[in-house]
């Protein structure tokens, strides 16, 4: 499409307009042609544009059909249909090249009957505060159509202001718009089919329901829709604001039906999705509200470990729980630790500092010793730290206990407080979503090693929020590993962040997950140029070491140029491994150069270093050619990047 436009100069753009008009507005009965009925009702009832219709539209412009199709598409105003997946020999007979036309699609008469949430589906909203034009959906719904067909879905079902689309084979979604005066699209992501290990169906619940969703084919769902709106504000209404929102579960009676959990339009209340997810309990108008139903939709991300001691002075506190005094030495308890105590003093029975004791499975001779200290909350948490060692395993049951006896309060108090104890990740992950797989193999590697990673698995949402979790994950990283695919280089918030890398400094490794020109041909060729990528994709095959054991080289690859820019928080077996090799490979290479008479001579204390023995700031390298200036280079064949 870009190709066909891009030596097109539009000189009449009234001219542009009507032609435009030919497609996307009704035509008088009068003036539809006999020969092209069946193809002006398809029009008319279902949105299908057939390729012999719009030549005969055209038919005095027709040398010009490339290029105005190629304007329609880049405008959203029709997407080429492909055919089904299973296409028979007498389905072929009846095929005809064709587009959708969004704008020409007619109202569906029942919308339950096209799709129905259910108690497991997931429902989320997303609100453009008063402000949503058709025009807007229309084109939310081409590039739906788009990226459904792109995954492999045919035949979707489009109406107006409602469609349902393939997501995979237990999957679809579904969009809905709601009336002009609500300015909220609906989102509907619902399960279709599950499959057991015999291929059968797995049957349904006892209410008829299928299983819920799979976390990640919500956050998969919301990725999408969120970067479809980011890139049609840019190019097109940058005034356009919307929030993403869940319906709030409370019971509060609606003043106008006087009805308990009104579902009228007019009726319904929301809450922030954002902070549904990032928090256990949420307050609305009415009352506070558990937001384990909407958590359980989306995936978890994996959370930072602290490494090392829970509490610092854990004994002189156990000192002072034994000596029935342990508020002495509060002024020296992380801060979370004296809210949860607090919380816990002031529950009323069954939710107290009592009920989670019991949950711990406490004797009763050791809870009434507890009884009788000035803080009997406190004496709790700092007696169970003490007795599970003293590490995070004992904080994670204590909060599993906790949300057991309905304390979501106070175990999110304790979650928040131990995060903001955490250090920031020393490996920040820009990546787009389809290599989100292949992603999460690399961080898990990354981590094994003992380098501690940021990256987005679906909760974080879009607008500020977005905008201030990847600006401190990015400034705060050590290291910025650049997943390089054709839709990353594509992507407004994949450029957006390897630009804000750039600009802040941080050392960038640029990693090959698919085939893509490089440098890339956008923004971020500014960014790359002077880089040399790792390939994580052309692995294996002639002259390779086979697919495992050359994906495993760069691998290793990877986490040794990491390496070079920080030191791992908790190193393991697996990360001195990595160093071991590398310094005894760097080191065999040199000497068989120098030997050789190369320009290259040994200097053992610079190997360390770049291999992460040593001091990585060293002075006194004999090699001729300066290695600071040399940027992140694939040494998996070049030998000469191998000694760098």
């Not at 539809?32 to 539209?57: T, V, Y």
């Not at 930072?304 to 002189?316: C, D, N, Q, S, T």
């Not at 034994?322 to 607090?342: F, G």
Request: charged share 25%; glycine share 6%.
């Amino acid at each position: 499409m870009d190709d066909t436009l891009h030596n097109t100069v539009i000189l009449r753009p009234q001219w542009l307009v009507d032609v435009f008009r030919r497609v996307i507005t009704v035509k008088d009965l009068n003036e539809q042609w006999p020969n092209f009925m069946d193809s002006w009702g398809k029009l008319e009832r279902e949105g299908i544009l057939e390729d012999r219709l719009l030549d005969h539209m055209w038919l005095d412009i027709i040398e010009q059909k490339p290029a105005l199709i190629a304007i329609m598409e880049k405008f959203d105003l029709l997407c080429e249909r492909q055919r089904p997946v299973k296409f028979t020999e007498e389905d072929a007979k009846d095929w005809a090249h064709s587009y959708y036309v969004p704008c020409r699609l007619q109202r569906f008469p029942d919308t339950d009957h096209l799709a129905t949430a259910s108690k497991n589906d997931a429902v989320f909203y997303l609100d453009f505060n008063g402000f949503l034009p058709d025009g807007f959906f229309h084109r939310i719904l081409t590039r739906t159509v788009r990226w459904s067909q792109e995954i492999g879905g045919r035949e979707q079902k489009l109406y107006y202001r409602v469609a349902r689309f393939y997501i995979d084979e237990e999957h679809d979604l579904v969009l809905e718009m709601a009336a002009l005066r609500y300015s909220r699209i609906k989102v509907l992501v619902l399960r279709v089919a599950v499959l057991d290990e015999e291929d059968g169906r797995t049957e349904m619940d006892a209410s008829g329901c299928w299983p819920p969703p799979e976390p990640h084919v919500c956050a998969k769902v919301r990725n999408f829709l969120e970067c479809v709106l980011q890139d049609l504000r840019e190019i097109w209404m940058r005034r356009v604001s919307y929030c993403t929102v869940v319906q709030c579960l409370c019971s509060k009676a609606c003043g106008v039906h006087s009805r308990n959990a009104c579902q009228e339009e007019s009726c319904m209340h929301f809450l922030m999705l954002d902070e549904c997810l990032s928090s256990k309990v949420v307050s609305c108008d009415h009352r506070r509200i558990k937001t384990a139903p909407y958590r359980k939709l989306f995936p978890v991300p994996t959370p930072l470990v602290r490494y090392g001691p829970v509490i610092e002075e854990l004994g002189r506190a156990v000192m002072a729980q034994q000596a029935k005094n342990t508020e002495s030495v509060e002024t020296d308890l992380p801060h979370w630790v004296k809210s949860a105590a607090k919380m816990l003093n002031a529950a009323t029975p069954g939710a107290d500092w009592c009920a989670l004791a019991k949950k711990l499975s406490y004797r009763k001779e050791k809870i009434r010793d507890l009884e009788e200290d000035v803080n009997p909350g406190l004496a709790l948490i700092v007696d169970w730290v003490h007795r599970g060692g003293n590490n995070s395993a004992c904080i994670d049951s204590m909060v599993q206990s906790l949300e057991q006896i309905g304390r979501d309060d106070v175990s999110d108090v304790i979650q928040k407080g131990r995060e903001a104890e955490i250090q920031p990740a020393q490996v920040f992950l820009s990546y787009s979503w389809d290599v989100q797989d292949e992603v999460r193999v690399l961080r898990t590697r990354l981590e094994q090693a003992g380098f501690t990673c940021w990256m987005d698995v679906g909760q974080m949402g879009g607008g500020d929020h977005l905008y201030s979790k990847i600006e401190s994950g990015v400034r705060n990283a050590k290291v910025v590993i650049c997943c390089i695919t054709p839709r990353y280089v594509s992507s407004y918030m994949c450029v957006k962040e390897a630009s804000l890398a750039d600009v802040l400094r941080k050392p960038t490794i640029p990693v090959m997950f698919r085939t893509t020109v490089w440098p890339p041909p956008n923004g971020l060729a500014l960014v790359f140029p002077h880089l040399i990528y790792i390939d994580l994709h052309g692995v294996g095959g002639h002259g390779g070491s086979g697919i495992h054991a050359d994906l495993e080289g760069r691998m290793t690859e990877v986490i040794q140029q990491v390496a070079q820019y920080t030191k791992p928080l908790h190193p393991g077996k697996q990360f001195f491994e990595y160093k071991t090799s590398f310094f005894n490979r760097s080191e065999k290479l040199l000497r068989s150069l120098t030997a050789e008479g190369g320009a290259f001579a040994v200097d053992t204390g610079a190997v360390q270093g770049l291999a992460g023995l040593g001091p990585q700031a060293h002075t006194g390298s004999r090699a001729t050619a300066s290695t600071s200036a040399i940027p992140v280079a694939n040494v998996q064949r070049c030998t000469v990047c191998t000694i760098l």
